[in-house]
């Protein structure tokens, strides 16, 4: 199955499903990268566990994800303010894979 890619380097659609009994990257759903989130959906928590996740798989220091859109829904946009021109989007859909 072919997929493209649906936004650019640093800005990236996720589908969260928190809650779940581990955190890790399912691949696509829609046309959005699917994460589960350990965490519940409570206070904030999953926001922030999805932003420790993403700066960990990428390396970098959280300050440089931030949620741009969707904080309360399942449906998230999340930019990546990069200091180098790698393609966070591969390295995300990739890590499901490991």
């Known amino acids: 199955m072919i997929f493209s890619k649906p936004m650019k380097t640093d800005n990236n659609k996720l589908y969260i499903r ?5 955190t890790r990257v399912e691949g696509i759903y829609q046309d959005r990268i699917k994460i589960r989130i350990k965490a519940p959906p409570e206070k904030g928590r999953a926001n ?4 420790k996740f993403i700066a960990g ?6 300050s440089r994800v931030s949620i741009t859109s969707g904080k309360t829904s399942n449906y998230k946009e999340i930019q990546i303010n990069p200091n180098h021109n790698k ?3 591969d390295i995300l859909l990739n890590y ?3």
């Not at 928190?18 to 581990?22: H, Q, S, T």
């Not at 922030?48 to 932003?51: A, S, T």
């Not at 798989?57 to 959280?62: G, N, Q, V, W």
């Open 48 to 51: 922030k566990e999805l932003i």
């Open 57 to 62: 798989i990428l390396s970098i220091p959280k």
């Open 87 to 89: 393609d966070y989007y």
């Open 18 to 22: 928190p809650g779940a009994a581990e």
């Open 96 to 98: 499901s894979k490991k």
